[in-house]
């Protein structure tokens, strides 16, 4: 078992001997995802059914259509997973050693979706259940594939969240800093609407600030002590600027925020890093994805850090960072009658 201890129903890590398969389900916002990972690293089956075509149409998610969505996907998921899992692995349901899902933070609606159908799947087949925290998921999805072990460093920057988190090992954590308003992957839509880019604006002014000036306007900076962030005030400035043009230059209005915000992460999560003498950095969720702040991220790698990032298909939301996140972290919630929760809590 890669010498790596996992938690079912106890305090502490417990050696369960052999390959441990996890099956895990993700529907917190507007993915439908199954996925079946061994002993926490490799992904035997992965699937995921995305809603941003239905959502599009709104210019955001739209909680009810979301939750409709997932009911109508979450069998057919389920059935492809174990048809990859025995194509793969020749593993059967009866071999899943426990099942998984999301219980929060995400849209209530959505995650009862993924709980309920993980809940009946472990009382089928008469396996444990674990109930997963979603953010805890993002910072395992960089357990896939590779030999990271903690301690390290991370940065979680997300459409919700965006926080600096000390992890002293598998099941220790502590957030040094987050957002006091805006998180980055919400400032990036809030910015893609102002200037009227398409949902799900994000990817969309990335690709733009690539054939922009990052440095044609000077945006401010939030003034927030310590390791905490604030985006709103950014979010201000750019429609500010937006509305001094007849002709708005968005190539350049894209690339100066986005030089703003990478250049903001970056300076907080190297003094994190420098501060705890830490040689490991780690990059996760959604916005783990953005061109700019992956490439400042990895420049520490010239100093001598080594530093992990998700592939892309794992850096958005995925069951198998899930099934990883059960099988590492000893801060899940092992127990069958467990509540979806849609803040962090």
């Not at 910015?191 to 000036?213: C, F, H, S, T, W």
């Not at 400035?237 to 992460?265: G, M, W, Y």
């Not at 298909?313 to 960072?321: E, H, I, L, S």
């Amino acid at each position: 078992m890669n010498n790596i201890k996992y938690k079912l129903f106890s305090e502490e890590p417990v050696d369960m001997g052999g390959d441990c398969y996890i099956m895990a389900i993700e529907s917190s916002c507007d993915e439908t995802a199954c996925a079946i990972v061994k002993n926490g690293r490799e992904v035997i089956a992965n699937v995921v059914a995305s809603q941003i075509k239905t959502h599009a149409q709104f210019g955001g998610v739209i909680p009810e259509i979301a939750a409709r969505e997932h009911l109508d996907s979450v069998n057919v998921v389920i059935e492809e997973t174990f048809r990859q899992a025995r194509e793969n692995a020749n593993l059967a349901p009866e071999d899943i050693t426990a099942f998984c899902a999301t219980a929060g933070p995400g849209l209530v609606g959505c995650l009862l979706v993924g709980l309920n159908a993980a809940k009946a799947l472990a009382l089928t087949y008469d396996k444990p259940f674990i109930g997963v925290n979603h953010l805890n998921a993002h910072l395992c999805a960089n357990y896939l594939d590779t030999d990271l072990k903690p301690p390290f460093m991370a940065l979680l920057v997300s459409g919700g969240h965006t926080q600096i988190i000390d992890v002293k090992s598998y099941s220790e954590q502590t957030i040094l800093g987050e957002t006091i308003d805006d998180a980055v992957g919400e400032a990036y839509d809030k910015v893609a609407r102002l200037i009227g880019l398409p949902y799900p604006g994000g990817p969309k002014l990335d690709k733009l600030a690539q054939e922009g000036n990052p440095y044609a306007f000077k945006l401010p900076e939030g003034k927030v002590d310590g390791y905490n962030f604030s985006f709103s005030g950014l979010k201000t400035a750019v429609l500010r600027l937006v509305k001094s043009f007849d002709e708005v230059p968005v190539n350049d209005v894209c690339a100066s925020f986005q030089e703003t915000v990478s250049s903001t992460l970056f300076r907080k999560l190297k003094k994190a890093v420098e501060e705890k003498g830490y040689k490991q950095v780690v990059l996760a969720g959604g916005v783990a994805a953005n061109s700019q702040i992956r490439k400042k991220v990895f420049s520490l790698e010239d100093e001598g850090y080594k530093v992990y990032a998700p592939a892309m298909k794992y850096c958005t939301d995925n069951a198998a960072m899930v099934a990883s996140c059960a099988y590492f972290d000893t801060n899940t919630f092992d127990d069958v009658n467990v509540e979806v929760f849609s803040r962090v809590h």
